[in-house]
């Protein structure tokens, strides 16, 4: 096609932006990439009970996190009212909508009939030929055909064909004077030329009614695709019960951008068996042929993998930089060199930004607080003689550096005629509290020759006051 492919998002204003509201952005986003397209973002918030600025708010922050810049937008849906009541107006002009001015008591009527005597319980048409005029409480309806078939040719779930007297006359301006959703979508993306609709297949039941408003008002209609929705590990729908369903969550939880986008875009699209892609291959590889038709199954377990994948890989200044959100000593210029070093020590053992922040406690303490089983195995009267000598000959060490300090290390224990863990672990138990840490070599370069001198003169007093009480 000569025209340029332009896809949208168009979330809804009333909550944040959740995990299958981003993977609809995603694809969007990524399919617009892949073919040199237009990426827009539109904010449909006319529900005017429900949007609240803070959710637009909310969505916009999570799409510039996740890196899904926008090229056009973000366009307010609310701003367009008066295009849409321009529209409604046409089609009723045209005959091919009317006033209706049945109550909610009438329609609910109606629909107990119908499903007492076996019908299907959509509205009779009963305004329809009354040529109403706009009155308080009236709405609007287009008029749907009465026979015929409906066609939409998805671009993953395939041909779908829907009989047209299973359709209602559907309302496409409420009684509050604001369009329905199914109306105010068709126009904006008529008008805002969007040629491919890619969205969650909760929406196949809105397409061919929309497809007929598409025809009714002249505008070309738009390729779809539905994308299958999101389960939780129990196979029911993707929910606040299932974990956190929110994008912001999982920053705040301490997950990468590049993790929960390489994550989110794996949740039904697959390029073979490969599992990590770098930006530059999904906007390269990215296509709706290979976007499955079945529900995919959220792994929290396998995003933790991506994410500690993400975080081993991050340059140390991007590290630095995403950790300044969740940890205030990350901004401390004071402590930049000990963040570092820290965030050095951890980066290959850390899930999540959290588990690194949490690990890192012992570096920034006062006073090493010792796990009472450590210290009960590594503090004794036996080990104390090592650590005598570590804290002897440590401050005469020339090379205090990785390889100076496990040289060092090594030599004590030969000239003591003991093993390197005889030392390691009485030594790791002193600087931090605990038998599990990065390692020994690495924690002492990164405390520095003071704190680590320090450390060790403390863990001899405690294991003197202990064995003489």
């Not at 708010?57 to 973000?74: F, N, R, S, V």
């Not at 006062?366 to 570590?390: G, H, I, N, W």
């Not at 390197?420 to 931090?432: M, N, S």
């Amino acid at each position: 096609m000569n025209t340029p492919i332009k896809t949208r998002f168009a979330p809804s204003p009333t909550g944040y932006l959740h995990i299958g509201g981003a993977r609809t952005a995603l694809f969007n986003w990524l399919f617009a990439r892949r073919h040199g397209g237009i990426f827009l973002l539109r904010i449909e918030d006319t529900d005017q009970i429900r949007s609240t600025e803070e959710s637009t708010q909310a969505i916009l922050d999570a799409m510039t996190w996740l890196g899904l810049t926008w090229d056009e937008g973000p366009f307010f849906q609310a701003e367009r009212v008066g295009i849409h009541r321009q529209m409604v107006e046409k089609l009723v002009d045209e005959g091919k909508a009317y006033w209706c001015t049945c109550t909610q008591d009438e329609l609910e009527a109606k629909r107990k009939t119908a499903l007492a005597e076996g019908r299907k319980p959509k509205y009779d048409g009963t305004c329809r030929e009354r040529h109403l005029s706009p009155t308080p409480g009236a709405v609007v309806r287009f008029r749907c055909p009465d026979g015929g078939t409906t066609r939409m040719q998805d671009l993953i779930k395939g041909n779908i064909l829907f009989q047209n007297e299973e359709l209602d006359d559907l309302i496409i301006q409420r009684a509050d004077g604001y369009p329905t959703y199914n109306f105010a979508v068709v126009i904006d993306d008529a008008q805002m030329g969007i040629t491919h609709v890619i969205r969650g297949d909760d929406h196949v039941n809105n397409t061919p009614r929309q497809i007929l408003l598409y025809e009714a008002l002249g505008f070309p209609v738009p390729f779809f695709a539905h994308v299958p929705m999101i389960l939780g590990s129990d196979k029911a729908r993707l929910s606040k019960r299932h974990g956190a369903t929110s994008v912001m969550a999982y920053r705040d939880m301490g997950y990468l951008p590049e993790a929960l986008v390489n994550y989110l875009v794996r949740l039904g699209w697959s390029h073979g068996d490969q599992e990590i892609f770098t930006g530059d291959e999904l906007t390269s590889l990215f296509d709706l042929d290979a976007v499955g038709k079945s529900p995919a199954v959220f792994n929290p377990e396998k995003l933790l993998w991506l994410n500690q994948h993400y975080i081993r890989s991050y340059p140390a200044d991007r590290l630095m930089e995403a950790l300044q959100p969740l940890w205030p000593a990350a901004s401390e210029p004071s402590q930049e060199a000990l963040v570092r070093g820290v965030a050095r020590d951890l980066q290959s053992r850390s899930r999540t930004l959290l588990e690194l922040i949490d690990g890192a406690a012992f570096y920034f303490a006062d006073e090493v607080a010792y796990d009472p089983k450590a210290a009960e195995k590594f503090l004794t009267q036996v080990s104390a003689v090592l650590l005598e000598a570590v804290l002897e000959g440590l401050p005469h060490l020339m090379d205090y550096s990785k390889e100076g300090i496990e040289a060092f290390l090594r030599a004590l224990a030969e000239s003591r005629q003991a093993k390197l863990k005889d030392i390691a672990q009485p030594l790791r138990v002193a600087l931090t509290g605990k038998t599990v840490s990065p390692g020994i070599d690495e924690v002492m370069v990164t405390l520095g020759r003071e704190r680590t001198l320090d450390r060790i003169s403390r863990a001899l007093s405690f294991l003197r006051s202990t064995s003489s009480a």
